[in-house]
């Protein structure tokens, strides 16, 4: 919407692009969403005698994909990803969903996996885990039913699973001593040529992986957390789950922020600093667990604030808002919910954003 006024000025309202409005552009160097997807693209396939190997990008691979490219790369496959996400790849699996109050970024998984089968995989590898990494922040370290065991739905109401080698094996990742023999016991019964020192060191090779790419995304976080303080930036915590740095899911959030000249992390380049504490609900989930460290720690720093993504029929996260906002509120920090779905209209997170930053400028 254009509106006119007197002396040639006009006010344009409801476009979802500034950029050819405001002549900004958003710094994607403060910006921990934009690297953490730069870094997943990173991971080429390297050619393998034993064939191609899709890995569906979705949901808990959005954290878990250098493990298994480096894991199923040492073994000699070729390992590919599936394209970013978009309407049109929604649209590939839409018709296999089997219910429609699941969670968004799982409705896109059906897309993945059918984008993956249309582009010839021999192999798809989408394991169920019904354990994360221990990262000792909380009682249990789960994975939410929906992350942990959506293959079990994906080979049941995706009849076109059945073209390909489907693997959706149950793994333990969480415990690196025994992770060698089980996923040898699991792997040798869909590729009996595989050895045991084969997977041996392909697991190895993947824990320093996994490692590594930790690492980096903590260097890189603590790099914007210093050039923020450097340059008396506002430091957002745009905190959630790991696929919430899909395009396709957040729709721009991040780019949209940071155009506000704030400096955008994740929680978990914070949720480290903080100690296990105790908290007023059950802390089991890994995800979760870092949420409610990444708010107490936020709690302390004057130049940060929490804005919580919270994905539409997410149940478990009826839990993680009333926690979050309590160690906020407790801390005089306010508390700031985004729900996100299919949906991409972003006029409403402007209005609350912008009402974030004016109650931290009276404040």
Same mark, same amino acid.
């Given at each position: 919407?254009?509106?006119?006024?007197?002396?040639?000025?006009?006010?344009?309202?409801?476009?979802?692009?500034?950029?050819?409005?405001?002549k900004r552009v958003p710094s994607n160097d403060m910006n921990m969403y934009s690297y953490k997807l730069k870094l997943?693209?990173?991971?080429?396939?390297?050619?393998?005698?034993?064939?191609?190997?899709?890995?569906?990008?979705?949901?808990?691979?959005?954290?878990?994909?250098?493990?298994?490219?480096?894991?199923?790369?040492?073994?000699?496959?070729?390992?590919?990803?599936?394209?970013?996400?978009?309407?049109?790849?929604?649209?590939?699996?839409?018709?296999?969903?089997?219910?429609?109050?699941?969670?968004?970024?799982?409705?896109?998984?059906?897309?993945?996996?059918?984008?993956?089968?249309?582009?010839?995989?021999?192999?798809?590898?989408?394991?169920?885990?019904?354990?994360?990494?221990?990262?000792?922040?909380?009682?249990?370290?789960?994975?939410?039913?929906?992350?942990?065991?959506?293959?079990?739905?994906?080979?049941?109401?995706?009849?076109?699973?059945?073209?390909?080698?489907?693997?959706?094996?149950?793994?333990?990742?969480?415990?690196? @001593? #025994?992770?060698?023999?089980?996923?040898?016991?699991?792997?040798?019964?869909?590729?009996?040529?595989? /050895?045991?020192? =084969? %997977? +041996?060191?392909?697991?190895?090779?993947?824990?320093?992986?996994?490692?590594?790419?930790?690492?980096?995304?903590?260097?890189?976080?603590?790099?914007?957390?210093?050039?923020?303080?450097?340059?008396?930036?506002?430091?957002?915590?745009?905190?959630?789950?790991?696929?919430?740095?899909?395009?396709?899911?957040?729709?721009?959030?991040?780019?949209l922020i940071s155009g506000f000249n704030v400096a955008i992390i994740s929680e978990d380049v914070v949720s480290p600093?903080?100690?296990?504490?105790?908290?007023?609900?059950?802390?089991?989930?890994?995800?979760?667990?870092?949420?409610?460290?990444?708010?107490?720690?936020?709690?302390?720093? @004057? #130049?940060?604030?929490?804005?919580?993504?919270?994905?539409?029929?997410?149940?478990?996260?009826?839990? /993680?808002?009333? =926690? %979050? +906002?309590?160690?906020?509120?407790?801390?005089?920090?306010?508390?700031?919910?985004?729900?996100?779905?299919?949906?991409?209209?972003?006029?409403?997170?402007?209005?609350?954003?912008?009402?974030?930053?004016?109650?931290?400028?009276?404040?």
């Open positions: 919407t254009i509106n006119s006024f007197g002396g040639g000025r006009k006010f344009i309202a409801g476009n979802r692009c500034e950029r050819p409005i405001t997943l693209d990173s991971y080429k396939p390297v050619e393998g005698v034993r064939g191609k190997l899709g890995i569906p990008m979705g949901l808990n691979m959005y954290e878990l994909y250098p493990f298994w490219y480096r894991f199923f790369t040492e073994l000699k496959f070729e390992v590919f990803k599936s394209p970013h996400s978009s309407r049109k790849l929604y649209q590939r699996g839409q018709q296999t969903i089997p219910s429609d109050t699941v969670c968004f970024p799982a409705k896109l998984m059906h897309g993945h996996v059918q984008t993956l089968i249309d582009q010839g995989a021999e192999t798809i590898f989408y394991p169920c885990l019904t354990y994360n990494f221990d990262e000792h922040l909380g009682d249990n370290h789960y994975n939410c039913p929906v992350v942990a065991y959506y293959p079990e739905v994906i080979k049941n109401n995706m009849k076109d699973i059945n073209k390909v080698h489907f693997i959706k094996d149950y793994f333990g990742i969480h415990r690196p @001593k #025994d992770f060698p023999n089980k996923a040898y016991e699991k792997l040798s019964f869909h590729f009996p040529d595989l /050895t045991l020192n =084969e %997977v +041996r060191i392909a697991a190895k090779k993947a824990y320093e992986e996994q490692d590594n790419y930790r690492k980096k995304v903590i260097a890189k976080g603590n790099e914007i957390i210093e050039k923020a303080e450097k340059e008396g930036k506002l430091i957002f915590v745009l905190a959630g789950r790991p696929y919430h740095i899909d395009p396709e899911i957040n729709h721009g959030i991040d780019k600093r903080v100690e296990k504490f105790n908290t007023h609900v059950l802390n089991q989930w890994t995800y979760h667990s870092r949420l409610y460290a990444a708010a107490k720690y936020v709690s302390t720093r @004057k #130049d940060m604030e929490l804005v919580q993504l919270v994905s539409f029929g997410c149940g478990v996260d009826a839990i /993680t808002t009333d =926690e %979050v +906002r309590e160690i906020l509120e407790r801390n005089n920090k306010i508390y700031t919910q985004i729900k996100i779905d299919e949906i991409t209209n972003l006029g409403a997170v402007k209005i609350r954003i912008r009402s974030l930053l004016a109650a931290i400028d009276n404040d």
